[in-house]
């Protein structure tokens, strides 16, 4: 393995930390969004940006409101992050093999502030041999920096954008990791692990419990790119 994929420098760190802003805006709405959420919900603004910052879920720090109550119980909250973070596994075990050689503390400290912006981009600069950490760190400390603004705005200003989605905000995201997609490695297999993952993910949408749809369609893409790695000649 070259060892520019595991070396990272400040100025590459900033670099990438800047690439990451223009996208970090539209998480700093949300972020706003649920700072709102939460201060409506009874939680105060301490520990909203508390939340925000030992969490950085957005998706699971919502669904956590959502269950928020006088009488919380601490398993379903759990279980509830869990499963809505559980993508985090597969992200982990996607860039492993670029990252197994750096010093275990650094590599987790690394990936505290992984999300889907920075490991999609990311992805395709090792799949294409070049090194996507400073991509890894400075993007997700851009997202991460930015969500916990957001979060605090929120507490005070949230009421300006109640709902992002109705500016079309929640496909912001969505559309950035299409991209990704698109520049990322292209073949038959690639094509066929997205596809099986789309798919798998709609019906789980459709007849699974809410939420479900993001583990099991990414574990059904993982499990069909393993199986043609070992037992299918691409």
């Known amino acids: 393995m070259s060892s520019k994929n595991i070396q990272l420098t400040a100025q590459e760190t900033w670099v990438a930390f800047k690439e990451m802003l223009p996208i970090s805006v539209f998480v700093l709405i949300f972020g706003l969004a649920f700072g709102l959420a939460s201060i409506q919900t009874g939680v105060n603004g301490f520990n909203t940006v508390l939340m925000s910052a030992l969490v950085f879920g957005g998706a699971s720090q919502f669904a956590t409101l959502e269950l ?23 992200m982990g075990a996607s860039l492993y093999p670029w990252l197994k050689d750096i010093p275990t503390v650094k590599r987790y400290c690394y990936m505290l502030v992984i999300s889907d912006a920075n490991w999609a981009k990311a ?13 890894i760190v400075g993007g997700g400390l851009a997202l991460w920096l930015m969500w916990i603004i957001g979060t605090w705005l929120g507490i005070y200003f949230g009421y300006l954008i109640e709902n992002p989605r109705v500016f079309g905000l929640d496909m912001v995201m969505a559309c950035f990791l299409l991209t990704m997609v698109m520049s990322g490695q292209k073949s ?42 070992r037992g299918v000649k691409s």
């Open 68 to 90: 928020w109550g006088q009488s919380i119980s601490v398993m379903p909250l759990v279980v509830t992050v869990f499963f809505i973070n559980a993508r985090h596994i597969l």
């Open 188 to 229: 038959l297999r690639i094509v066929v692990v997205w596809i099986v993952a789309a798919i798998v993910a709609i019906l789980a949408y459709w007849y699974l419990p809410e939420n479900m749809h993001v583990v099991v369609g990414a574990l059904a893409g993982g499990f069909v790119g393993v199986f043609w790695k």
């Open 123 to 135: 992805l395709p600069k090792y799949q294409q041999g070049q090194s996507g950490l400073a991509d």
